[in-house]
């Protein structure tokens, strides 16, 4: 049987029991590691050392026990001019995405990893700085409306529905306005 939730409410008891029973250990092992909750809490006073059998988890302890580094947003400077700190951005949630289709007359398969982010700050649309290898246009509309045109065809976009479903579902769960 599979544990469903996250060992983040047990963290300081784990925490004090490591520390009676092991006071001197440099090491961690995060044997079920999950969402690598306990990893990543650990972290701070110990290598760690994180498992799981599931892919997901696997991708996350990547993301969040090897990285020492706080995310330094380039591609959203790079691709619209926009400079934002990590504190600016909210983290709505990570999608994994596939598909295979046609596209402009070829075969084209994307497998990726995505981590959405909500934006709060103003934005002027005219003074964007906009990598044209990477992005044709930008333009504001709703988002129950985008998610229309989106799921309809009729907006050109490189967009998954469920990536706006996630969004949707953040900024509808008291997140967002």
Same mark, same amino acid.
Not at 12 to 24: C, L, M, N
């Given at each position: &049987?599979?544990?469903? #939730?996250?060992?983040?409410?047990?963290?300081?008891?784990?925490? !004090?029991?490591?520390?009676?029973?092991?006071?001197?250990?440099?090491?961690?092992?995060?044997?079920?590691?999950?969402? !690598?909750?306990?990893?990543?809490?650990?972290?701070?006073?110990? %290598? =760690?050392?994180?498992?799981?059998?599931?892919?997901?988890?696997?991708?996350?302890?990547?993301?969040?026990?090897?990285?020492?580094?706080?995310? %330094?947003? @380039?591609?959203?400077?790079?691709? /619209?001019?926009?400079?934002?700190? !990590?504190?600016?951005?909210?983290?709505?949630?990570?999608?994994?995405?596939? &598909?295979? $289709?046609?596209?402009? #007359?070829?075969?084209?398969?994307?497998?990726?990893?995505?981590?959405?982010?909500?934006?709060? $700050?103003? =934005? @002027?649309?005219?003074?964007?700085?906009?990598?044209?290898?990477? =992005? $044709?246009?930008?333009?504001? &509309? %709703?988002?129950?409306?985008?998610?229309? !045109? =989106? #799921?309809?065809?009729? /907006?050109?976009?490189?967009?998954?529905?469920?990536?706006?479903?996630?969004?949707?579902?953040?900024?509808?769960?008291?997140?967002?306005?």
């Amino acid at each position: &049987m599979r544990f469903i #939730g996250s060992k983040t409410l047990l963290l300081d008891h784990i925490r !004090a029991v490591a520390e009676e029973k092991a006071p001197d250990a440099r090491s961690f092992c995060d044997i079920f590691s999950g969402t !690598a909750a306990v990893a990543r809490y650990f972290k701070q006073w110990y %290598e =760690v050392y994180s498992n799981d059998l599931l892919y997901f988890s696997y991708v996350l302890q990547r993301a969040t026990i090897e990285n020492d580094s706080i995310p %330094e947003f @380039d591609r959203l400077k790079e691709e /619209l001019g926009i400079s934002a700190e !990590a504190g600016q951005l909210e983290f709505a949630g990570i999608h994994k995405g596939y &598909m295979e $289709e046609e596209f402009y #007359g070829k075969m084209f398969k994307d497998s990726e990893y995505s981590h959405v982010y909500v934006y709060r $700050e103003p =934005v @002027d649309i005219q003074g964007l700085k906009l990598q044209e290898e990477e =992005v $044709e246009s930008v333009m504001w &509309m %709703e988002l129950d409306a985008c998610m229309e !045109a =989106v #799921g309809r065809g009729t /907006l050109p976009n490189c967009l998954y529905m469920d990536e706006l479903e996630l969004l949707k579902q953040y900024l509808g769960a008291g997140q967002g306005d």
